[in-house]
């Protein structure tokens, strides 16, 4: 388990990761390769659930083309995600590191 610090910076490090690619979408599989040495799949999941649930961060789940069974999760900022980044509305919850 992540200290509480860490976990606030990372929300934070992921929503900045979204905007940059915004408006585009990133899977879940992305995500795990970006972040992999760096944090657990559990980590990144708890913090994706974590900025979902806040609605900072949108969940779709697509089937993708020529298959049957498969389904990806991806992931966006949604626009109050954009609004925390901004300054326009705080959480103590998320941690902006300017580097």
Known sequence: M???QIKKEFRGEILTFLYDIHPLSISLTSIYQTYFQYYRTED??????YLVEKNYVEEE???????MFETVKRYK???AGIDLL?????????IFVRR
């Open 77 to 79: 900022i949604s626009p």
């Open 86 to 94: 901004d300054g326009t509305i705080a959480d103590a919850g998320v």
């Open 61 to 67: 789940t697509v089937q993708p083309p020529n298959t």
């Open 2 to 4: 992540l200290p509480a």
């Open 44 to 49: 990144i999941d708890r913090i994706l659930e």
